[in-house]
């Protein structure tokens, strides 16, 4: 049942991201200063907000975002880990050595203090988010797959493509990374997950995608400015965000176990 | 354990080292110049000089580098461009509220995890179970800056019980340690009941329980305590959600310590507080996984041989 639940979550969501747009009538940056912080109503479904702007519709351009982050930093994470990892794992030696060190300073940072620290020095946009959450995103893919190729490069059809003369980047190209494209995709569902909640984490801290573009971190940061008067611009954001990621943690999970039976 | 120690300490050195380089470089990653960044494009090329030479950008990166790291030794993290003091008495100023918030948050997570694990291992599968596990789900799913606003909505802004920030007395303390506790209560209540239901099958249960102990007795006097070490093993692994945490805790609750420091000097582009923050709270990490090593080590004695 979860798993059914955490993929209708994802589908629905990037169905509403993809063309609610089109079917909210409001313009997401539109401003009506007279009605600001009015709550739900018929002509606005879920209220609007500070500046009299559209809640629903804003909900939507922010899931574009959401989605939008989620996927290029599993993307850039997921091709660099998987090509760092395989290196590591499969050359072995001082090449294992020296990656592994970068790999423990980068998790010596706790959580996103690092990308907190990148998108400081670097200025807030989307783009230096992305570039953030990748920089420290890379290493848990890299660890995965360099763990899977210490075993892959041991097995029998690995070392008679050695044999045969195969050069080291057709062996992994071919025959190693393959075998790990099971654990990088579960790997990189949860990874939306929690790409989802650091963009949201960075823009709720200022340090994210910029005003008047609607994401939504910037929606609940804006929110608690008026916890008072409109409490639906903290609820609405922040229970968008916590359903979608519970709905990528099913979806995990769910291939966790189609991939991996024995868990 | 003193071999492991020192093997353990050794280990640590360098990434110590990687940690401070990257630090380091950050303020070198500033699009432009940073003392521009820090002063404005308007201000005269005077002032901009004054703030290279008291940074040091105007030295070689070398000698920088040699001076940023003999400065660590010495515990001179540099000096706040915004309040003129050093940095580390600045974060010196705050980190006992960060430890506040910090250790009361795991002081809640462990009040709320044991019960409800307990009662999902205890009525497995029944009513009683399925609703712990729900709470606890609820729990992983809500991001803090999401729990911490709405925590207050309902007890600050409603009931009017707490205050919605600040700092000073218990109450103040109430609604930032359960906000950074939520999570770490869900994931401990999870692994609690996992784990005691495992231990439930063992044998020395059952004989306890054929001794004539009562249920509840053999799972307090028995089960319980061997069911808690994955406990205290996740609650290692956690430290830094918790530490990250504090960041967002204190800036949803005005909370003074060091994580609201952090983001209070980005705002301003001080720099070497920045800096300052950053190294310090990544040190902590760093440390704390360390105790917490040796701590397993301590505890159990075939770490050590590994």
């Known amino acids: 049942m979860m798993r059914r639940l955490g993929l209708t979550i994802v589908v629905f969501t990037i169905v ?3 063309i609610g747009p089109w079917i909210v009538p409001d313009d997401p940056v539109a401003q009506n200063l007279a009605l600001r912080l009015s709550g739900p109503s018929w002509r606005h479904l879920l209220g609007l ?5 559209d809640v629903l519709a804003r909900l939507l351009v922010g899931a574009r975002i959401s989605l939008l ?3 290029a930093v599993v993307t850039i994470s997921s091709m660099v880990g998987m090509t760092v990892g395989a290196i590591a794992g499969y050359r072995g030696g001082w090449v294992d050595d020296v990656l592994g060190r970068v790999m423990d300073v980068l998790l010596a940072f706790p959580g996103i203090l690092l990308a907190i620290a990148l998108v400081a020095v670097l200025g807030p946009s989307l783009r230096n988010v992305v570039l953030a959450l990748a920089v420290i995103g890379w290493v848990g893919y890299a660890r995965l797959v360099r763990g899977q190729v210490l075993k892959i490069r041991e097995l029998e059809y690995v070392q008679a493509a050695r044999a045969m003369g195969a050069p080291i980047t057709r062996v992994l190209v071919r025959h190693v ?3 790990t494209f099971s654990s990088v995709t579960v790997q990189a569902t949860l990874g939306m997950a929690g790409a989802i909640i650091a963009e949201a984490s960075l823009s709720f801290l200022g340090l994210g995608v910029q005003p008047p573009t609607a994401s939504w971190g910037t929606m609940l940061d804006a929110g608690r400015s008026h916890l008072f008067e409109a409490p639906h611009l903290t609820i609405v954001p ?3 965000i916590a359903v979608l990621v519970m709905g990528f943690n099913f979806a995990g999970d769910a291939l966790r176990d189609r991939f991996d039976p024995r868990l | 354990m003193l071999r492991y120690t020192i093997r353990r300490l050794v280990m640590t050195l360098p990434v110590l080292l990687g940690v401070a380089t990257l630090v380091f470089l950050l303020i070198h990653l500033v699009p432009g110049d940073p003392a521009e960044a820090m002063l404005g494009e308007t201000a005269p090329a005077a002032d901009l000089a004054d703030l290279r030479a008291k940074l040091g950008l105007d030295a070689p990166l070398v000698a920088q580098y040699r001076h940023f790291l003999t400065g660590l030794v010495r515990g001179d993290l540099g000096t706040s461009f915004r309040y003129n003091t050093p940095v580390a008495r600045e974060i010196a100023q705050r980190v006992g509220k960060t430890a506040q918030l910090a250790l009361s948050a795991m002081v809640v997570a462990i009040l709320i995890a044991l019960p409800l694990g307990i009662l999902g291992a205890l009525f497995r599968g029944r009513a009683i179970d399925q609703a712990a596990m729900a709470v606890s789900l609820l729990g992983i799913s809500m991001p803090n800056f999401w729990l911490g606003p709405l925590l207050a909505i309902v007890f600050a802004v409603d009931l009017g019980w707490l205050p919605v920030s600040g700092s000073g007395t218990w109450r103040h303390l109430v609604l930032p340690a359960v906000t950074l506790g939520a999570a770490l209560a869900a994931i401990l209540a999870r692994m609690t009941r996992a784990s005691l239901i495992d231990e439930l099958r063992e044998l020395y249960v ?3 329980r054929a001794r004539g102990l009562s249920r509840v007795r053999a799972v307090v006097r028995h089960a319980l305590r061997n069911s808690l070490i994955p406990v205290v093993t996740i609650i290692g692994l956690q430290l830094g959600a918790v530490l990250t ?12 310590g060091a994580g609201r420091l952090l983001i209070q000097a ?6 070497p507080l920045v800096q300052g923050c950053i190294l310090f709270i990544a040190v902590t990490y760093v440390v704390m996984n360390l105790l917490v090593d040796l701590a397993y080590a301590w505890l159990d004695p075939r770490i050590r041989y590994e």
């Open chain 1, 16 to 18: 509403a991201a993809a």
């Open chain 1, 49 to 53: 907000d500070e500046l009299g702007r």
């Open chain 1, 69 to 71: 982050v989620g996927f």
């Open chain 1, 177 to 179: 990374v393959p075998a």
């Open chain 1, 238 to 240: 922040g229970f968008a």
């Open chain 2, 206 to 208: 059952l004989a306890a």
């Open chain 2, 245 to 256: 945490g504090t960041i967002i805790t204190e800036t949803i609750f005005a909370w003074p």
């Open chain 2, 266 to 271: 980005i705002s301003f582009r001080d720099y």
